[in-house]
C-alpha cells in the first residue's frame, strides 16, 4: 500500500477525511514512521511495553534483573568450573589463611571458610529471586482471589473478608514470621517452601485491598453493565471484563513487594531462620542475608564479606522498585498520548 | 387481552435508601408488539431508564424492590424469573443500547471480541463464527471496511462509530427487544439523525420491537409509534405517537411541547417552558405529583392523586381534568403556578 493512501482514513459515516501533513510540512522521518506504525495497533499493554521501553531507569533496572535472572539460572554450567562450590571450601587454603581479598581466581574473595564470595553471591540470587517471587505469587493469588469476591460482592463477604485481612496486617509481621519459622523442624527448612509460605501469607492482605478498590472503581464502569446486559455471568464478568482493567495496579504492586520480599528472606536469614544448606538436598543454597550475619564479626577488618551480598540485596530491591515505578508510569492512563 | 410481545402492568420498582423510599416507577403499564416502537419521555429522574433496566433484571436489589406489578415477554414474568432464565434473555432476546457509547465498550478488547461476546454465550459460537458475526454485524450498521476494523480497539472508534459497534453488538442475536436508553445523547447532532435512521433501518430488517428512551421529543417524533411519557416514576400520558402529539391530554406534555423552539418563532411568542424543578422522589408531592408545576393546578390536585385514565381508546393520561373539552392548553407563561 502506498503512503498516500495509508495517510487517509476513513471516518464517521464514511465521510473520506484527509489527514495527510499539510504542503510544506516536513516529511515524516524513517524513524517516526517506524514508530508510528510500531504504535499501529496497539493493545493497553502493548502501548504500556512502548513507554516503558523509554524510561531508562525502568530499562536499566530490568536488564539488571535479567543479567541476575540469567547468571542464578545458568549458575550450574559455569560458576563451579571457574570459582568452585557456593559452600565448598578450598581445598588448597586448607591449613592457611582462608580469608582472601580479590584475586583472579576468587575475584571477589574468599569468606572466613575459604569459600568463594562470587560463587556465593552468584547462588545467592537464586535463593533471593526464587524465595521473592514465589512468595509474591503466593500473596498474588490469594490476594486477588479474595480482593475480588470482596470487591464485587459488596456486603457481608465483603466485611468477612476485609475484616479478615485487618486482622493479619494487625500481626507483627516479621515477629510473626520469626515464630512461624522458628517452630519447624529443622530439617523442613532445607527447602524454600516454608519461607515462601510464610512471606506470601504474610503478604496477601495489602494485595487483596489494593485488588479490592481497583475492582470497586472498575466494576462502576458502563461496559461492565453493557457486559451483563450481553447475559454474561458474574464469573465472565469478573475475570473477562473487570480482571483485566483492574489488573494494573497489582502489577505494580506485586513487582515492587518482590523487592520487600527479598529484603524480609535475607532478614530472616539473618537471624539464622531461612534456608538452611542440606549437604543432600540443597547442597548449594545459599541465601545472601545468611552471607551478611556470617560476615558480621569480620566487619571491621574484612568488610567484603558483608559489603558484597549487601550490595547484591540493595541493587536487586533497588531494581525491582524502579522498574515498578516504570510499570506504574506506563500503565497509567492517563499518560497515554 | 390478546397476547402481546411484552407487558407492563402497574409495574413498581422502589428504591429503599436511607432518606426514605424513592418511588422511581410507580405504576407504569404499556405493551409492545413485534415491529413496533415505543418511545418512552420524560425529565431526568422520571424513570425511564429503572423501567428499563427492571425488565432487564439489572436493577441492584437491594436497593431495588418490585413492589408490585408485572412484566410478562412471551408469556413469562420476567419479574419472578430466576437470575439464571434472566441471564439467558439478557443479550438474546432482549438486549440494549447504552447512552454513552465512549466507556460501553471495554477498552482492552478488540470491538469484534465484544461484539461476538453475545453469539458467544448464547449460541455456543466458536471465536471464527463470532468474529465472522461481528464483521457482518459491522457492515450492517455502517462501518465502512468491517473486515479491517473488527480488530479495532474502542479508542481506534469515534463516538458515532462507536454507538454503532454498541448496537451491532446489541444486534448479534437478533432480539426481540431491543432496548435503547438515550442512545443518541452523547453524540452530535448529524451524527444522532444517522443513528436514529440506522436504528429504524435495523428494525426494517429484523422486525424487533423497539423501546426508545429519550428526553429529546424530537427524537419520539421521527421514531416511535407509540408514547408514553412518564413524570416522576408515573405514567403522565400514554397513547399513538399521532394521539399524543396532535392532542395531548396532560399538562405536562403541553409543556414539553411548548419547551421546544421552531424555526419561524416570532419573537413575541417566547417559549413556555415548564417551570421549577422535577420533584424528589423521596417527598414527593401529595395529590398529582405534578401540581406544584402544573399552571392549571386545582384544589383537586393537591389532595388527590389522578389515576391513570383513558380518555379515547387506548390514549389516556394521570390528569382529573384530561380530556374535559375546557380543558384546553394554553401557554403557561401566561398562567402563574400558585406559590407552593
Redesign the interface.
Known sequence: MSDDLKAVE?????VIADVRPPPGSKPPTDELRRAAESRG????YGDAWYRLRRNKLALGALAWLILLVLAAVSADLWVPQHFGKPNAIDTALIGTSRLLPPSPTHPLGTDDLGRDMFARVIYGARISLTVGALAVLVAVLIGILLGALSGFYTGWLDALIMRFADVFLAFPYILFAILLLSVLPEESRASIVPVVLTIGVLGWPSIARVFRSSILSVKE???V?????????DG?LIIR?IL??AIAPILVYATMSIGGAILTEAALSFLGLGIIPDPVRSPNAVSWGRMIDDGRMYLTSNAGIVLWPGIAILTTVLAFTLLGDGVRDALDVKMRD | MADHLLTVDDLKMYFHTRDGVVKAVDGVSYTLDKDETLGVVGESGSGKSVTALTLMGLIQMPPGRVEGGDATFKGRSLITMKEEDLRAIRGNEISMIFQDPMTSLNPVYRIGHQIGESVRIHRGASKAEARARAVELLGLVGIPHPEKRVDDYPHQFSGGMRQRAMIAMALACDPDILIADEPTTALDVTIQAQILELMQEVQRRTRSAIIMITHDLGVIADIADRVLVMYAGKPAEYGTLDEVFSEPLHPYTWGLMDSIPRAGMSEKSALCPIKGQPPSLVHVPSGCTFHPRCPYAKDVCRVKVPPFREVKGSHGASCHFAGQPDFVRGCSLDLEPEAV
Not at chain 1, 476513513?10 to 464514511?14: E, I, L, N, R, S
Not at chain 1, 495497533?41 to 493497553?44: A, G, P, Y
Open positions: 476513513v471516518t464517521d459515516g464514511g495497533n496497539r493493545t493497553l464502569n458502563d461496559y453493565d453493557a457486559g451483563r446486559a450481553l447475559g454474561a455471568s465472565r471484563h483485566p482493567n
